[in-house]
């Protein structure tokens, strides 16, 4: 809770608890990566009012939504999330880009081609 309150201002803690809504874990799995924190931050500041679609999962979450067995998600690294700017292709490809500019860059994708389609509008990114 410190870590989102020192580096991101206008999220809240819940913005990045667990999606199975306390059904399987205590909301918070793991430890949110400062660097993660400092990079979403980092989108906001740049592109505006920004939502997290998908933050921390617990292991069974993860398996629920068709996440990947070694998911980011678990360990406090990864996130999804969509603002204006993501609703269009070249938006999302603009905010993929800005993402692999940012310190600890690991990876970034999203809906592209019918790849992805339970993305939505959302880009995802992580962190190393």
């Known amino acids: 809770a410190y870590n989102v309150k020192m580096y991101c201002k206008n999220f809240k803690l819940e913005e990045f608890k667990c999606g199975c809504k306390g059904a399987h874990c205590t909301g918070y799995p793991k430890q949110i990566d400062v660097q993660l924190l400092k990079n979403i931050q980092a989108v906001r500041d740049k592109y505006g009012a920004t939502t997290i679609t998908s933050g921390l999962r617990c292991s069974k979450h993860n398996s629920n939504v068709g996440g990947s067995w070694n998911s980011r998600h678990k360990t406090g690294k990864a ?47 992580d962190v190393k």
């Open 79 to 125: 996130l999804d999330f969509k603002n204006s700017t993501s609703k269009t292709l070249s938006g999302r490809k603009s905010i993929m880009a800005y993402l692999k500019s940012l310190p600890k860059y690991h990876y970034t994708y999203c809906n592209v081609n019918g790849n992805y389609p339970n993305m939505g509008n959302a880009v995802h990114g």
